[in-house]
């Protein structure tokens, strides 16, 4: 083990020193790499699969240690303990490189060929959490074009060896990323063009196309249409949104860099529109707003909240990382304030405490989310169905037409206080947990609607004369000249009245269906593969944790706002319905109400009352640290937040 006081400047060397060669830690051996290539064949355009994949947050660390201290002054880079091979999981260290290409194999040998495209939401260096090994920009690039390879092996094209136009070198796009640690020191990303855009115009110029370049040098945003004129992937640069970026100052005023990446997205949302295209929205930092839990800075959540209520028809969905926990989030369009929007007032709210995610940290945003959801709408149980069905339980006829007005009514006014039939009142961001292990290893696949374009095909490669001059007039202005600080602010156009409502709200083609959760277990992995006898059969994997498909706790029929309000109120009862109900022991139970008078009592016999949980509110909990702790771990940090 190297000690602390004889650490050498040439510890950062392109290999990893600090683990043994093995199997684990080679690249992966693509198609591409062939000494024969056929470079006559040419690799056919992919039909969709309706799948896609999110995966986040790398953290990946050369100096990482197998081993060694999990103490977070060691950060598994120095003493002895219990660092595995593939990971300290459960810990603050960063992911070590075996991790990195274990991941990158999974992913090649089990999901590479049925997936259209891939969402990559940034943080793929390690935090600079060692005061004896300092970050430096050399470190932050090279582990960044080490990623940037890893994606090569997987999805690189075998036949295009010779091809000048580096944006058509894989066989499906890839859309990546600004992390908060991405950049040196971290957090802090000033205006545009700085350093950090100029570098990763290289390090990205596999992913960037052509004609947003420029763009991207400003400001680090972009967009891919990762299905040609029908869908696009768009990066936002969320770091000038960022609370924690004491380099700029929110999104009101014209002179910062947020007031114009909204402009951009608001010009950029507008042409979709305009083109009968849909956008999903990735970021890197997302939108939290709770009173432990600030986030973005507030003019920036407001402008977010106006623009997918304005372009409600165009989004599809938002889809972000950093929190390094499985969650979602409601954005409520009743918050919308125009005086922040516009500047001409001051915010109320401000951050308090630290971003950092840390486990109590997340813990008290998770309940707080949890107070918010409490006051969401009550829905009329059972309303959608015996409404639409007429099936009511066995009553008089006129008693069967009274209740049922009275829950029409109801359900009328439950429909108005959340926006109408679809739940247009909200919108909804969904945060992924990520692969570093602070908890497990993770990643996401989606499933959305291809009714319709099943001809079409995924692809990065696009005309790019007929794109550069597609681009409408208000962004080449925007993109020559910058923002006038004499124009007027510019409300976004809401959707047409009789445009039906979008992908994000009502099913149709591109909303997203369902997805699956995967994990890996590293503390069984680890142990398998831990020396001196490695386990017979031991295998790294994904496995899944939960799918939402067939998942009977969330009962998610789809991934539209509705679903998700419905979660959220579910999750935000304190008096839990009876099908939302375990006892203590997690059984399933009904209500102590209705369990009371189907029991009977011998007179003036005491019975003690079970203690109910909302089995909604602890699955989402449990999830949110990717089934990697306990119940004593979670009553530990939670306490008496989990009973009910």
Same mark, same amino acid.
């Given at each position: 083990?190297?000690?602390?006081?004889?650490?050498?400047?040439?510890?950062?060397?392109?290999?990893?020193?600090?683990?043994?060669?093995?199997?684990?830690?080679?690249?992966?051996?693509?198609?591409?790499?062939?000494? %024969?290539?056929?470079?006559?064949?040419?690799?056919?355009?992919?039909?969709?699969?309706?799948?896609?994949? %999110?995966?986040?947050?790398?953290?990946?660390?050369?100096?990482?240690?197998?081993?060694?201290? #999990?103490?977070? /002054?060691?950060?598994?880079?120095?003493?002895?303990?219990?660092?595995?091979?593939?990971?300290?999981?459960?810990?603050?260290? /960063?992911?070590?490189?075996?991790?990195?290409?274990?991941?990158?194999?999974?992913?090649? /040998?089990?999901?590479?060929?049925?997936?259209?495209?891939?969402?990559?939401?940034?943080?793929?260096?390690?935090?600079?959490?060692?005061?004896?090994?300092?970050?430096?920009?050399?470190? =932050?690039?090279?582990?960044?074009?080490?990623?940037?390879?890893?994606?090569?092996?997987?999805?690189?094209?075998?036949?295009?060896?010779?091809?000048?136009?580096?944006?058509? /070198?894989?066989?499906?796009?890839?859309?990546?990323?600004?992390?908060?640690?991405?950049?040196?020191?971290?957090?802090?990303? #000033?205006?545009?063009?700085?350093?950090?855009?100029?570098?990763?115009?290289?390090?990205?110029?596999?992913?960037?196309?052509?004609?947003?370049?420029?763009?991207?040098?400003?400001?680090?945003?972009?967009?891919?249409?990762?299905?040609?004129?029908?869908?696009?992937?768009?990066?936002?640069?969320?770091?000038?949104?960022?609370?924690?970026?004491?380099?700029?100052?929110?999104?009101?005023?014209?002179?910062?860099?947020?007031?114009?990446?909204?402009?951009?997205?608001?010009?950029?949302?507008?042409?979709?529109?305009?083109?009968?295209?849909?956008?999903?929205?990735?970021?890197?930092?997302?939108?939290?707003?709770?009173?432990?839990?600030?986030?973005?800075?507030?003019?920036?959540?407001?402008?977010?909240?106006?623009?997918?209520?304005?372009?409600?028809?165009?989004?599809?969905?938002?889809?972000?990382?950093?929190?390094?926990?499985?969650?979602?989030?409601?954005?409520?369009?009743?918050?919308?304030?125009?005086?922040?929007?516009?500047?001409?007032?001051?915010?109320?709210?401000?951050?308090?405490? &630290?971003?950092?995610?840390?486990?109590?940290?997340?813990?008290?945003?998770?309940?707080?989310?949890?107070?918010?959801?409490?006051?969401?709408?009550?829905?009329?149980?059972?309303?959608?169905?015996?409404?639409?069905?007429?099936?009511?339980?066995?009553?008089?006829?006129?008693?069967?037409?009274?209740?049922?007005?009275?829950?029409?009514?109801?359900?009328?006014?439950?429909?108005?206080?959340?926006?109408?039939?679809?739940?247009?009142?909200?919108?909804?961001?969904?945060?992924?947990?990520?692969?570093?292990?602070?908890?497990?290893?993770?990643?996401?696949?989606?499933?959305?609607?291809?009714?319709?374009?099943?001809?079409?095909?995924?692809?990065? %490669?696009?005309?790019?004369?007929?794109?550069?001059?597609?681009?409408?007039?208000?962004?080449?202005?925007?993109?020559?000249?910058?923002?006038?600080?004499?124009?007027?602010?510019?409300?976004?156009?809401?959707?047409?009245?009789?445009?039906?409502?979008?992908?994000?709200?009502?099913?149709?083609?591109?909303?997203?269906?369902?997805?699956?959760?995967?994990?890996?277990?590293?503390?069984?992995?680890?142990?398998?593969?831990?020396?001196?006898?490695?386990?017979?059969?031991?295998?790294?994997?994904?496995?899944?944790?939960?799918?939402?498909?067939?998942?009977?706790?969330?009962?998610?029929?789809?991934?539209?706002?509705?679903?998700?309000?419905?979660?959220?109120?579910?999750?935000?009862?304190?008096?839990?319905?009876?099908?939302?109900?375990?006892?203590?022991?997690?059984?399933?139970?009904?209500?102590?109400?209705?369990?009371?008078?189907?029991?009977?009592?011998?007179?003036?016999?005491? %019975?003690?009352?079970?203690?109910? =949980?909302?089995?909604?509110?602890?699955?989402?909990?449990?999830?949110?640290?990717?089934?990697?702790?306990?119940?004593?771990?979670?009553?530990?940090?939670?306490? &008496?937040?989990?009973?009910?």
């Amino acid at each position: 083990m190297i000690l602390r006081s004889l650490l050498p400047l040439a510890l950062w060397t392109a290999s990893c020193h600090c683990l043994p060669e093995s199997d684990l830690q080679k690249p992966l051996q693509s198609a591409f790499t062939s000494s %024969h290539p056929n470079k006559n064949s040419l690799e056919k355009p992919r039909k969709l699969h309706g799948r896609f994949l %999110h995966i986040t947050d790398f953290h990946p660390d050369r100096f990482y240690s197998q081993f060694a201290s #999990t103490d977070s /002054d060691d950060a598994c880079h120095w003493g002895e303990g219990n660092a595995g091979i593939f990971g300290a999981e459960k810990t603050d260290c /960063d992911s070590p490189i075996s991790l990195i290409n274990a991941t990158f194999q999974w992913i090649n /040998d089990n999901i590479k060929d049925t997936i259209d495209f891939v969402v990559w939401t940034g943080d793929s260096a390690r935090h600079d959490n060692d005061e004896l090994i300092p970050r430096t920009k050399e470190q =932050i690039v090279e582990l960044n074009e080490m990623m940037v390879e890893k994606f090569v092996e997987v999805f690189g094209k075998s036949d295009n060896l010779n091809d000048t136009d580096p944006t058509n /070198d894989f066989t499906i796009p890839i859309v990546p990323n600004f992390g908060n640690n991405d950049i040196l020191p971290h957090n802090i990303f #000033t205006q545009g063009p700085n350093e950090w855009t100029k570098t990763f115009l290289h390090v990205w110029r596999k992913f960037i196309p052509e004609e947003q370049r420029h763009g991207f040098e400003r400001g680090g945003w972009f967009f891919v249409e990762v299905i040609p004129n029908k869908l696009a992937v768009l990066s936002l640069n969320t770091l000038y949104f960022f609370n924690s970026n004491t380099a700029v100052n929110g999104c009101a005023s014209k002179s910062e860099p947020g007031y114009e990446h909204f402009e951009w997205l608001r010009v950029q949302l507008q042409f979709f529109r305009q083109r009968g295209m849909k956008a999903i929205l990735e970021g890197h930092v997302p939108p939290a707003r709770t009173m432990s839990k600030l986030s973005w800075d507030e003019t920036c959540w407001q402008k977010y909240t106006l623009w997918l209520q304005q372009y409600r028809d165009v989004v599809v969905g938002g889809l972000y990382g950093h929190m390094n926990i499985d969650h979602f989030m409601l954005q409520d369009n009743y918050e919308i304030n125009l005086r922040l929007v516009t500047g001409k007032a001051e915010p109320a709210m401000r951050p308090r405490g &630290s971003n950092k995610s840390s486990i109590q940290s997340s813990a008290e945003y998770l309940t707080q989310l949890r107070y918010r959801w409490s006051s969401l709408p009550a829905k009329v149980e059972g309303q959608d169905i015996d409404v639409r069905n007429g099936v009511w339980p066995d009553e008089k006829k006129e008693e069967k037409e009274n209740k049922k007005k009275e829950r029409k009514s109801k359900h009328h006014q439950y429909l108005d206080k959340i926006g109408g039939e679809w739940g247009e009142r909200y919108s909804a961001t969904l945060v992924g947990a990520s692969v570093v292990p602070n908890y497990f290893p993770t990643m996401r696949i989606f499933k959305y609607n291809i009714t319709g374009v099943q001809g079409s095909t995924s692809s990065m %490669h696009t005309n790019h004369e007929e794109a550069a001059s597609a681009q409408p007039d208000e962004l080449k202005s925007q993109r020559n000249h910058g923002i006038s600080e004499k124009r007027k602010y510019v409300k976004p156009h809401p959707p047409s009245k009789s445009q039906p409502p979008g992908p994000a709200y009502s099913p149709q083609t591109f909303s997203w269906l369902s997805y699956t959760q995967y994990f890996a277990n590293l503390t069984t992995i680890n142990a398998a593969f831990a020396p001196p006898h490695k386990s017979k059969g031991a295998e790294f994997l994904y496995e899944v944790e939960y799918d939402t498909k067939n998942d009977t706790v969330y009962r998610l029929p789809d991934l539209t706002v509705r679903s998700y309000i419905d979660l959220a109120t579910r999750i935000g009862k304190y008096k839990p319905g009876k099908n939302d109900v375990w006892d203590t022991k997690g059984n399933d139970v009904e209500d102590d109400l209705s369990s009371t008078r189907k029991r009977k009592h011998k007179k003036n016999k005491k %019975h003690k009352k079970r203690k109910a =949980i909302n089995k909604v509110w602890w699955t989402f909990v449990k999830r949110a640290y990717v089934g990697a702790k306990n119940e004593e771990d979670l009553q530990d940090q939670f306490g &008496s937040m989990l009973d009910d």
